[in-house]
């Protein structure tokens, strides 16, 4: 990734989706750009026009902290927008991002080690999967696995959320706010990116998808940025039908970079009697009568 060329073109996105209006400042007449000009945003973080020019263009190599949060005022960003900012000026400072430290920090594959296993499986009630920050599903429990079983059996490649939704015709039955989710997981992608530009097997993720998918790729020149946090998602199981559940994500301090994602439904809804069925049925998948015959 081009380190200088991602600063240009967030802060182009940004300033372009910004109305004169939503900045307290007037339009004025014959506006040539969509959202502010350069020099309205140069005003409202009080630097001079020349040296925010100098910012946009990428040059933003050794910007004080106090600069950065007001081109961040200035642009209104969130609070994953002005992070994904500061990450993208470590990078062209060359300094570490927080994605780079943490993956040094990572030793071996966390999908090998038993106690994140029995940690998983004592989720009992929902829906729990790890993913790392190219969207891996690196471990599930047994109903994460039911869940997310569309997702398995690609000749035991590991499974991958950004594949399934953009490449696998599956995944608009299976999510049925496709386009809400396919934006939610580029921008995702995005801040991930931010973190660590130089995280080859993440570059080489977004050049393929860019290549297969012209969702994917319309959506990664957006620059939209975010965090997963927690909320509510819709999903269509194609054993159990509809399913409404929440969910939180925790960072796994213990692997660097790698998150747990738990789905749970409100008890005594429908989704919850949904889910004990999922979890019937991977139990039934999983007993003796339904598996293959024993090796000799």
Request: aromatic fraction near 8%; proline fraction near 5%; hydrophobic fraction near 40%.
């Amino acid at each position: 990734m081009d380190d200088r060329a991602e600063v240009r073109e967030f802060l182009m996105s940004r300033r372009a989706r910004l109305s004169p209006a939503q900045a307290g400042i007037p339009a004025g007449a014959n506006r040539r750009v969509p959202g502010l000009r350069r020099a309205e945003v140069a005003v409202l973080a009080g630097v001079s026009v020349e040296y925010y020019a100098k910012l946009e263009r990428g040059a933003i190599g050794g910007a004080s902290a106090s600069v950065l949060d007001a081109v961040a005022d200035a642009l209104q960003l969130d609070d994953t927008e002005r992070a994904h900012l500061f990450d993208l000026a470590r990078a062209v400072d060359g300094i570490p991002t927080s994605g780079r430290l943490r993956r040094r920090r990572t030793a071996g594959n966390p999908a090998t080690r038993p106690s994140l296993h029995w940690a998983l499986d004592a989720f009992t009630d929902g829906i729990a999967v790890v993913r790392n920050t190219r969207a891996d599903l690196v471990a599930a429990n047994a109903l994460g696995r039911a869940f997310y079983a569309d997702m398995y059996g690609e000749g035991g490649r590991t499974p991958n959320f950004a594949r399934f939704q953009f490449l696998d015709p599956a995944s608009r039955d299976f999510y049925p706010d496709w386009d809400r989710f396919a934006e939610m997981c580029v921008a995702i992608m995005r801040a991930e990116a931010g973190r660590d530009p130089h995280d080859r097997e993440l570059q080489e993720l977004v050049g393929e998808l860019s290549t297969r998918s012209d969702v994917f790729r319309r959506l990664w020149g957006s620059h939209d940025v975010r965090t997963h946090g927690a909320g509510t998602k819709r999903f269509h199981h194609r054993v159990v039908g509809d399913l409404t559940l929440a969910y939180e994500e925790f960072a796994i301090t213990a692997e660097p970079g790698h998150v747990l994602l738990v789905y749970t439904a409100e008890p005594g809804s429908p989704s919850a009697e949904r889910l004990r069925l999922l979890s019937s049925w991977a139990a039934d998948r999983q007993s003796p009568e339904h598996a293959g015959p024993a090796e000799g």
